[in-house]
């Protein structure tokens, strides 16, 4: 295309937000015209089944729940008014206990106010809050955060030895909806055990957010937690940022919860058009299935050039992954589908992976997020007339016409500026998009049957070892042979020696004979 040609393609399809100051550029990704007329009858039915999942339709069937995000942004659209109070009333319980935590109302037991935040969960129950911290809290937070969101010992050392002896004055909130994920509750037990080291009382420093009558919600009342906020069956946790699950830790740290809010719900309002050019989401999901054929067939690389926004691909990950992998459509056919998402941050990225994503295999689509404000301070000129800024923005637009020179497609999204407001627009233009792109592709976005699976199969493990461990005290030593052989046989022969070699690292079983390399020639004990 000639320079006039592309000006003409990106003034055709540039999408703008005058309330959001958002801007939505796809003219560089090569769809065609008869492509985007061939796309808008299956977008109606997008459309359709969007209004019946904020109608309250069933969305989740393996468990029987509505799916009702949407609603924690706009109430007044939840199917019940039950609902509808409950997330007002959650709304302001989180902004009282936040105001009595702040002001030194609530306290901890050795006085003073609280200084530190420790937020346990996994997977979008950590993702959210992380994003969202790194993004908006600001330089000098009420509570500083840090997270617990893995079962790795090393790394709740590390975070416990941070807090070191501050300790004391650390809030800790919990998040699990059912009580029994094993990663949050091994946290949870962990971080128990720590604060009774030094002879804290854990509860009085505790703050759950559950499921009703959940394991958690029991434990928390049983115990005297300082608070315990609700988290709804109809909330998936890649969708919980707006509920308590990120709207606590947020708040706590001084973030603006209500702006966030609100830009959601004007971004939800924008994705409700049923006229493409004017619906953001709609664009985004039509993209999407062009750049991969509608099977994923190319990975969508994130690249948002602001500090800020660095986590930003991670949170698309699980929240495009989680919804979008999946084996059967919802016919019940194997179709395999998924989008991989990966990302860094810009400029990093022109010394990382651009290399390959110019000249490398075209197995990508590439996303830049651009922030139009660069600093809140008065800039620091570089050269005469020129910041840092101006270089950041230089190499995006840069890197942007690199790649396109390359046929290499990319989509491009501006926003003035990353505040409250804003991120949660962004938060909710892809959960639309999500929404949107699983329509087109007649799959389920909300079930994850290969999360359940894994969970199973990690079960299974620890009951094997388990089984070995047993095996091992009631004897004065035996080869792998012969424990695989006492707990499953041949079938196990591998997951026990992976089990052993673990214990073995860890000073819990005995080398008797042999060694690692030859695993025939083992012989243990406890």
């Known amino acids: 295309m000639t320079a006039a040609q592309l ?27 008869e492509f985007m007329a061939s796309i808008a009858p299956k977008l109606v039915v997008a459309y359709d089944e969007m209004d019946q999942l904020e109608g309250g339709a069933i969305a989740n069937p393996d468990e029987q729940r509505m799916v009702g995000h949407y609603w924690l942004r706009a109430p007044e659209l939840a ?7 409950g997330i007002e009333q959650t709304i302001a319980d989180i902004e009282a206990f936040v105001e009595r935590v702040h002001s030194g109302q609530i306290f901890p037991p050795t006085g003073g106010k609280f200084t530190d935040l420790l937020a346990i969960g996994i997977g979008g129950s950590a993702l959210g809050p992380q994003f969202v911290s790194v993004a908006l809290a ?20 590390r975070v416990l030895n941070q807090l070191d002896n501050r300790l004391s004055t650390t809030l800790v909130t ?17 971080v128990k055990a720590a604060f009774a080291n030094v002879g804290l009382d854990f509860a009085a420093h505790a703050v759950a957010i559950t499921g009703e009558n959940s394991k958690l919600e029991q434990l928390a009342q049983a115990e005297g937690w300082l608070a315990t906020f609700p988290m709804d069956d109809w909330v998936g946790g890649r969708t919980s940022e707006f509920s308590a699950v990120g709207l606590v830790p947020a708040a706590l740290q001084g973030v603006e919860i209500r702006a966030m809010l609100a830009g959601a719900k004007e971004m939800d309002e924008a994705t409700r058009s049923r006229e493409l050019k004017q619906n953001p989401a709609a664009l985004l999901a039509a993209c999407w299935y062009w750049t991969g054929d509608g099977k994923g067939q190319k990975d969508m690389v994130v690249l948002p050039y602001k500090d800020r926004l660095m986590l930003f691909s991670r949170y698309l990950q699980q929240l495009i992954m989680e919804s979008l992998g999946k084996e059967l459509d919802r016919a019940g056919n194997v179709v395999n589908q998924g989008i991989a998402v990966y990302g860094n941050k810009g400029s990093t ?17 590439a996303t830049f997020i651009e922030v139009l404000e660069d600093r809140s301070q008065p800039a620091v000129e570089l050269e005469p007339g020129i910041t840092s800024g101006d270089y950041l923005t230089g190499f995006l ?14 989509i491009t999204i501006a926003i ?15 959960e639309r998009a999500v929404g949107f792109y699983a329509s087109l592709i007649n799959i389920n976005a909300y079930h994850q049957p290969g999360v359940e699976a894994g969970k199973k199969a990690a079960a299974t493990v620890l009951e094997l070892q ?13 080869s792998l042979e012969q424990l695989a052989a006492a707990v499953g046989g041949d079938e196990a022969i591998e997951t026990c020696y992976q089990i052993l070699r673990h214990l073995a690292a860890n000073d819990r079983v005995r080398v008797l004979a042999g060694d690692w390399g030859q695993p025939e020639s083992l012989k243990l004990s406890v």
Not at 139 to 149: C, K, S
Not at 351 to 356: D, S
């Open 7 to 33: 000006w003409q393609r990106y003034r055709e399809w540039l999408y703008f937000h005058p309330g959001l100051g958002l801007y939505l550029d796809i003219s560089r990704v090569r769809f065609t015209d």
């Open 349 to 365: 990225d022109q010394h990382a992976y651009v290399q390959q994503l110019r000249e490398g295999v075209n197995n990508f689509f």
């Open 397 to 410: 637009l840069g890197t942007r016409k690199a790649l396109h020179d390359k046929h290499r497609d990319s």
């Open 466 to 478: 388990q089984q070995v461990m047993q095996a091992l005290a009631g004897s004065d030593g035996m």
């Open 79 to 85: 199917p019940t008014q039950e609902i509808a109070a």
């Open 174 to 190: 919990v998040t699990s909806k059912s009580g029994g994920t094993p990663e949050p509750r091994n946290g949870m037990k962990e």
């Open 416 to 430: 003035p500026r990353a505040d409250a407001r804003r991120v949660g627009a962004l938060i909710a233009l892809y």
């Open 138 to 157: 600001p330089d000098r937070p009420p509570l500083a955060i840090h997270f617990i969101d893995n079962s790795d010992p090393d790394g709740i050392d």
